[in-house]
């Protein structure tokens, strides 16, 4: 049954419709939240916090949420990180003897903002009877949360290849390099550091049309003192919105040591490709069907003869512009 608040309505919702001979259950915990309210990820950015769950029960053991991909909020220059709408966390629970009944109590505490916030508690129950676990209803819905949760990146298509920082407190930042196939059009990227540094929103720099993609993020003032370089962060980056569409991959790295003012090979490969674009401008005035034009410019030149001298540097200057 859904518990009701002003700002929300909270349920449990099963993948199956008995707990079978598994040891481990899909479940799914169900926000839908009112327009213009959100509720938060596991790192709730500059202020929040991701909802808690108190569990008791029969023929219980262990319950385990996962995070779906978020969105990034931004309220008075606060960064935070959840999801609005109808979002379902899925949780992996364990049962204490599979084939059996279960019986679940739970107490959720989570925080509903919106031009203010509001702490909410809900008390849920919910029952599994034994039996055959075919699909339920619910099945898709928390499949599709499911898929939005950021894994290794293999099934997506997308691997970091390097993870580098610079600097020291406020002046530190990071660079992530990716390589996707296929590629990456509008990716977004979330850093959590076990000191509590945080990171503002990334710079992002598309190149060989999204398949390979830099993103460059500057310590947010007054959350670290030290240098990041050989600290360990999980980096998630993804594209997409929780339960349509998403890609996404998470990792645990330790940051190497990199510069700001770093030209990548890419850079230097674009300089090049410029540098090739001017000689071939040069050889095209070469082309046979070019030539009567240089004969009109020689004429226009001959005509000069004579003229003022002011005049005719702005001629020239005209023609090379």
């Not at 099963?14 to 926000?31: K, M, W």
């Not at 609005?84 to 107490?107: F, W």
């Not at 850079?267 to 071939?280: P, S, T, V, Y």
Request: hydrophobic letters at 40%.
């Amino acid at each position: 049954a859904w518990a009701k608040t002003e700002q929300a309505t909270v349920r449990l919702v099963s993948a199956v419709t008995a707990t079978g001979d598994s040891r481990e259950l899909p479940l799914g915990l169900q926000f839908k939240l009112q327009p213009g309210w959100k509720i938060y990820w596991r790192n709730a950015g500059d202020a929040g916090y991701p909802p808690k769950v108190t569990w008791t029960g029969n023929n219980f053991d262990s319950a385990r949420m996962s995070w779906p991909l978020p969105h990034r909020f931004e309220v008075l220059g606060l960064q935070s990180f959840g999801y609005s709408g109808d979002v379902i966390y899925p949780i992996t629970l364990a049962v204490h003897q599979p084939g059996r009944p279960l019986a679940l109590e739970a107490e959720v505490d989570f925080l509903t903002c919106a031009d203010i916030c509001v702490p909410q508690h809900v008390a849920l129950s919910f029952t599994l009877p034994a039996g055959p676990a075919s699909a339920s209803p619910y099945a898709h819905d928390i499949d599709r949360f499911t898929a939005s949760v950021p894994g290794d990146g293999g099934s997506h298509g997308l691997v970091i290849t390097r993870a580098e920082a610079w600097g020291k407190g406020d002046s530190s930042g990071l660079r992530v390099v990716i390589d996707a196939d296929p590629p990456l059009q509008k990716p977004e990227m979330f850093i959590e550091s076990a000191d509590g540094r945080g990171f503002g929103p990334p710079t992002i720099k598309l190149e060989k049309d999204g398949r390979h993609v830099v993103l460059t993020a500057n310590a947010l003032p007054g959350t670290a003192e030290e240098t990041p370089v050989g600290k360990p962060v999980t980096v998630t980056v993804g594209e997409g919105t929780a339960g349509q569409a998403t890609r996404g991959i998470e990792r645990s790295v330790t940051l190497t040591a990199g510069d700001p003012a770093t030209v990548l090979p890419e850079r230097a490969g674009m300089m090049a490709m410029i540098g090739f674009a001017l000689i071939g401008g040069l050889i095209l005035n070469l082309m046979p069907c070019v030539l009567p034009v240089l004969s009109l410019k020689v004429l226009g030149l001959i005509s000069h003869g004579g003229g003022h001298r002011g005049h005719i540097r702005l001629s020239f200057i005209a023609s090379s512009a």
